[in-house]
């Protein structure tokens, strides 16, 4: 089963950024596929949830140096 979820990404100022936090997301074992958006600043993320969790995927977010807001 592919669930899917969306951050709120504090912290990003330009298309480095969005980039830096797609390969963040993508690297985390389980995670399916990262779409990030400058303009919206959030990420949605497509995961098995057997595999990871959304704490791990935003604990991945917070690492790559840029602020996670808990998904709704
Ligand atoms: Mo752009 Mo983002 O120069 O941390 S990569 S601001």
Redesign the pocket.
Known sequence: VLESVTFGVG????A??VA?VERAIQAVPGVIEATVNLGTESATVSYLPATVSPERIAQSIRAA?YEPATPE
């Open positions: 912290g990003m100022t330009c480095s950024c830096r140096g």
